[in-house]
């Protein structure tokens, strides 16, 4: 990936992280660890990859995104109000019951959500209808959706898996999330979700493996996805839960927690100094 | 009215969605290996490219149903009642309800007169799991006329709409004029000593009985309620406060369908009076034939007329 790109892509992650945290302080509750975890991958579809335009949020043609995970909205907000969807100031306005933005995504409130999710196992369902919806109409429009690692412990996630794969959706890709932590603890404790990417591979999918937190990975599996046909693809995405802020970084708690008024300051103070770094 | 000719509502969707793919190119159907069963099988062999079988996996389906819909197609997803709107509830209420997204639910195999397959089968809490989701319109059609009317109507109207069709062919009691308009009930017959509600396949038993009503001196009036939701209070209370009592008659559960709905707008409308359910007396269905099993629910004419007696006796 050109350095130059790269360096934009993480100033915009690194913005995006501090919409996260803004957003969930502000709303005193929601998830910053499946956000902070999952966040540099949408950065990089709605500013490097994905054809989409916030003037037109509603174009037959552009690419769809479906945030299986519902639960990490913040890092979908970020993204969306960093791209021009909405006003970056409705970013401390999460939660609020004036809010455009709902706890988890809503197409219906929120400008450039394609899909309302929360519910989880339900997002991927509706990213192989749009998918499908492509190949009936012949657009050559591609449909992305992420899921949590501890989402696909319901099985809707694995009827959908071989729906997409029997119907040969290959405008497809469902990304894992895989930060290897549920609320409960573990993903091993808690259930037995692995192996991730052989059970995709039973299932009939591309699976491509790859690093959350390398943009030059990202970049080289959605594109190798685009090339790949016949098959849907599976981007198994090793990610750490609070990527970015260092006290949350791989820890179980801060799935559904909001920093209090000294972690919040600590947090930002922490991405500032990095987005200084990135822009120096 | 030909009361000779008999069809089962499921075999007119099938028919009308055939005639509606004709017309609009829009239309894709779904289902869940049921297709012989839901009559969907019809629209496959006419459209094969705008029919997508997604096997057994109906939480699934509802999902699909939904991210098409999104694309611009208007989309019919069929199963059985049972797991339309019972097993893939959840998917329907927040993948197809919370978005008003335009899908249309084609729900075949309603009530106990699937008849042998058992209560596994008979779906009779459906009218009462869709009524409690925001936006969703239900339509529960009397006969294979009105059943093909919804469907045209599913299709004009732009959001969720879940229909319930049934397994049995029943009598056509409406004749090929008949105009349907959702969300309207219909006044089959005037009377003035009694209100009778009914839907689906009751309909046709409380034109029943009304002529043994009528024998023994007592004049009802008999509304067909295709719609359940949004319920037409006022021409239900309007009757109500003429007649001074109502019986509502489904199949279904006697809890959260027809009867809870036709309660709910007796009891805050102006003019409260009795109102006497007959349905599925909150238990569960067994096999048998499907007539036999009716009349041994008691949902039949007669079973009309016992609960019209009672609503009358009731009356202050």
Not at chain 1, 65 to 70: A, C, D, I, T
Not at chain 1, 225 to 239: D, L, V, Y
Request: aromatic residues 8%; hydrophobic residues 40%.
């Amino acid at each position: 990936m050109d350095a130059a790109v790269k360096k934009q892509l993480k100033i915009k992650a690194c913005k995006a992280r501090m919409g996260i945290i803004e957003g969930v302080y502000n709303a005193k509750s929601g998830h910053p660890g499946g956000s902070l975890s999952c966040v540099d991958i949408i950065t990089y579809l709605y500013f490097n990859h994905m054809n989409v335009d916030p003037a037109d949020d509603k174009a037959p043609g552009r690419d769809r995104f479906v945030l299986s995970k519902g639960h990490a909205a913040p890092a979908l907000y970020a993204v969306l109000a960093l791209k021009g969807f909405f006003p970056e100031d409705w970013i401390p306005t999460l939660r609020k019951s004036d809010s455009k933005l709902q706890g988890h995504p809503s197409m219906r409130y929120t400008p450039g959500v394609d899909m309302s999710t929360g519910s989880l196992g339900q997002g991927i369902s509706a990213a192989c209808g749009m998918a499908l919806g492509a190949k009936l109409s012949g657009e050559d429009f591609r449909v992305y959706t992420i899921l949590g690692d501890g989402e696909i412990e319901e099985g809707q996630v694995w009827e959908a898996a071989m729906y997409a794969s029997a119907k040969g959706l290959d405008n497809l890709v469902a990304v894992i999330d895989n930060n290897n932590l549920q609320i409960d603890g573990t993903c091993a404790e808690v259930n037995s979700v692995y192996p991730i990417n052989e059970k995709f591979k039973a299932f009939g999918w591309n699976v491509i493996e790859i690093d959350a937190h390398s943009f030059d990975e990202i970049d080289a599996a959605f594109n190798a996805a685009k090339e790949f046909k016949g098959k849907p693809t599976a981007i198994i995405a090793k990610s750490i839960k609070g990527k970015g802020v260092s006290y949350m970084e791989d820890v179980c708690s801060w799935h559904g927690t909001a920093p209090n008024t000294e972690q919040y300051q600590q947090a930002m103070a922490e991405l500032s100094e990095a987005l200084k770094e990135l822009e120096a | 009215m030909s009361d000779i000719i008999k069809m089962a509502t499921r075999e007119a969707y099938g028919k009308a969605l055939v005639e509606l793919g004709a017309v609009n190119d829009k239309i894709v159907v779904l289902d869940a290996d049921l297709a012989a069963a839901t009559k969907t099988g019809m629209f496959k062999k006419a459209y094969p490219d705008r029919f997508i079988d997604t096997g057994i996996s109906e939480s699934n389906m509802m999902g699909v149903a939904a991210g098409l819909s999104t694309t611009g197609y208007t989309v019919f997803a069929s199963t059985f009642a049972m797991f339309a709107a019972g097993r893939a509830f959840e998917q329907v209420r927040n993948s197809i309800g919370y978005p008003h997204l335009n899908v249309k639910i084609g729900a075949t195999h309603a009530g106990i007169s699937v008849g042998e397959d058992g209560a596994s089968h008979q779906c009779c809490e459906d009218i009462g799991l869709m009524r409690t989701i925001p936006g969703m319109v239900i339509i529960n059609p009397a006969d294979a006329v009105e059943a093909r009317a919804a469907v045209f109507a599913a299709a004009e109207y732009e959001g969720p709409v879940y229909m319930r069709f049934g397994r049995l062919a029943v009598p056509c009691v409406f004749g090929d004029d008949y105009k349907f308009e959702w969300g309207k009930a219909v006044t089959l017959k005037e009377g003035k000593d009694v209100t009778i509600c009914a839907t689906g396949l009751m309909v046709n038993e409380a034109i029943e009985a009304e002529k043994i009503l009528a024998a023994k001196g007592i004049d009802a009036e008999i509304i067909n309620v295709h719609t359940i939701k949004p319920l037409d209070a006022e021409t239900i209370c309007r009757s109500a406060a003429k007649t001074g009592c109502v019986v509502t008659a489904e199949e279904h559960n006697i809890i959260g369908g027809l009867g809870s709905a036709v309660c709910e707008a007796i009891c805050e409308g102006s003019n409260p009076c009795p109102v006497v359910r007959l349905g599925v007396n909150d238990v569960f269905g067994k096999s048998g034939p499907a007539v036999e099993l009716l009349h041994i629910f008691g949902l039949d004419a007669n079973g009309i007329v016992e609960k019209a007696e009672k609503a009358i006796s009731l009356k202050k």
